[in-house]
């Protein structure tokens, strides 16, 4: 079952304040914009990320990541319609549509909704309303609404590809959701529970109350990682997974990247999950010589498969030669491919022990590393 979400993001949203569109203005440390991709990164096979044609920056941004890109329609649904066909051809059979500004989205709703897909043909979230309804003119009471069988409507909004695809073909537009477009082709949705915390961010003061749910939900991790390798014979130092020409090589029973080593070691510390021996043990002879890329690619793994996202890594290199600074930002980017992650994520920098030590003595090349894991 091939499942696929549409984030809209294309809309100026500044009634939110702070003169920057509300995708991407700042909230419990992230951006709005990162919360709520990343609810969808483990639950579904593909993400489109609809952005308006004027936004360059994130254009930039998100171009040659693991999100597909489609422009922003002259509204919603226009919006929503290039995210479906940027669909067309993956074999995609279910599909999310989901509104950017709702950051707090629980992975129990979206699973819901998929759930709810595998029997019905469109699904949705809605809370049911409880409080009194009034009518009014300005500030007076003018009359009440009768609130039986109403319901809050919320994002994502799940449909059968095939059928939503034709469902917006048809509409004329003017629909305040996707739900709408649905209903006016004949489709009939059925309401999946919904959550008083999936709340849309319009005004200046939802960024609070996202900010408190998010810190009710957060499960942030730390880890840290120390390593150290000797001088040998060679040539060159591999450090980072960039190879740095020297008069001396590293000793080690795998490539000896140091610095590659004690992030990876801090990510499973992070994880609780041991340490590189214990996956990788020395004694085993298929490891000899081995790209530390591969301790890395498989902590970065496990990290998934566990519900984390790497927030930040911060290794520091200590020694006295070769010079790390010309080569950092190598270093940086190299990290970034092989983790998945963007080159601001990532911090590679050096030190020297003031001539102390086995590292003063150029005898060899310590390295401390600091990871960051959030829960999906």
Same mark, same amino acid.
């Given at each position: 079952?091939? =499942?696929?979400?549409?984030?809209?993001?294309? $809309?100026?949203? &500044?009634?939110?304040?702070?003169?920057?569109?509300?995708?991407?203005?700042?909230?419990?440390?992230?951006?709005?914009?990162?919360?709520?991709?990343? *609810?969808?990164?483990?639950?579904?096979?593909?993400?489109?990320?609809?952005?308006?044609?004027?936004?360059?920056?994130?254009?930039?941004?998100?171009?040659?990541?693991?999100?597909?890109?489609?422009?922003?329609?002259?509204?919603?649904?226009?919006?929503? *319609?290039? $995210?479906?066909?940027?669909?067309?051809?993956?074999?995609?059979?279910?599909? &999310?549509? @989901?509104?950017?500004?709702?950051?707090?989205?629980?992975?129990?709703?979206?699973?819901?909704?998929?759930?709810?897909?595998?029997? @019905?043909?469109?699904?949705?979230? !809605?809370?049911?309303?409880?409080?009194?309804?009034?009518?009014?003119?300005?500030?007076?009471?003018? !009359?009440?609404?009768?609130?039986?069988?109403? %319901?809050?409507?919320? =994002?994502?909004? !799940? %449909?059968?590809? #095939?059928?939503?695809?034709?469902?917006?073909?048809?509409?004329?537009?003017?629909?305040?959701?996707?739900?709408?477009?649905? *209903?006016?082709?004949?489709? #009939?949705?059925?309401?999946?529970?919904?959550?008083?915390?999936?709340?849309?961010? =319009?005004?200046?003061?939802?960024?609070?109350?996202?900010?408190?749910?998010?810190?009710?939900?957060?499960?942030?991790?730390?880890?840290?990682?120390?390593?150290?390798?000797?001088? $040998?014979?060679?040539?060159?130092?591999?450090?980072?997974?960039?190879?740095?020409?020297?008069?001396?090589? &590293?000793?080690?029973?795998?490539?000896?990247?140091? !610095?590659?080593?004690?992030? =990876?070691?801090?990510?499973?510390?992070?994880?609780?999950?041991?340490?590189?021996?214990?996956?990788?043990?020395?004694?085993?002879?298929?490891?000899?010589?081995?790209?530390?890329?591969?301790?890395?690619?498989?902590?970065?793994?496990?990290?998934?498969?566990?519900?984390?996202?790497?927030?930040?890594?911060?290794?520091? &290199?200590?020694?006295?030669f070769p010079k790390i600074g010309p080569h950092a930002p190598a270093m940086r980017a190299e990290m970034a491919r092989i983790m998945g992650l963007r080159g601001d994520q990532i911090s590679v920098k050096a030190t020297t022990s003031e001539r102390l030590g086995f590292t003063g003595r150029s005898e060899g090349i310590a390295s401390f590393a600091t990871a960051c894991l959030v829960k999906s």
């Open positions: 079952m091939t =499942t696929a979400a549409i984030i809209v993001a294309a $809309g100026r949203g &500044l009634r939110a304040g702070g003169g920057t569109p509300k995708q991407w203005r700042p909230l419990a440390g992230r951006r709005v914009a990162d919360w709520t991709i990343d *609810r969808f990164r483990d639950q579904v096979d593909h993400i489109v990320l609809v952005l308006s044609e004027d936004d360059q920056i994130a254009w930039d941004e998100f171009l040659g990541t693991d999100l597909l890109l489609a422009k922003g329609g002259s509204d919603r649904a226009g919006s929503v *319609r290039n $995210g479906l066909d940027v669909l067309d051809g993956l074999g995609v059979e279910h599909v &999310l549509i @989901h509104d950017i500004a709702r950051p707090c989205v629980s992975s129990q709703i979206i699973a819901d909704v998929l759930t709810a897909l595998t029997t @019905h043909e469109a699904a949705a979230p !809605g809370l049911t309303v409880t409080d009194a309804l009034w009518t009014g003119d300005g500030a007076v009471v003018t !009359g009440t609404q009768d609130r039986t069988g109403l %319901f809050a409507a919320q =994002t994502p909004q !799940g %449909f059968r590809y #095939n059928a939503i695809v034709s469902a917006h073909a048809a509409h004329s537009g003017g629909a305040a959701d996707d739900v709408e477009v649905a *209903r006016a082709a004949g489709m #009939n949705v059925v309401i999946v529970p919904g959550d008083a915390d999936n709340i849309k961010i =319009t005004r200046p003061e939802d960024f609070s109350r996202a900010e408190r749910v998010l810190g009710t939900d957060m499960d942030v991790r730390l880890g840290n990682g120390y390593d150290v390798h000797r001088f $040998g014979d060679g040539d060159h130092v591999i450090l980072c997974g960039v190879k740095i020409p020297h008069d001396r090589g &590293l000793q080690g029973h795998s490539d000896a990247d140091v !610095g590659m080593h004690t992030v =990876t070691d801090a990510i499973y510390g992070a994880l609780a999950q041991g340490d590189i021996g214990q996956h990788f043990p020395p004694s085993d002879p298929q490891w000899k010589g081995a790209a530390s890329e591969i301790f890395l690619r498989h902590a970065v793994e496990l990290s998934v498969q566990m519900g984390y996202s790497i927030s930040n890594v911060d290794c520091t &290199l200590v020694c006295e």
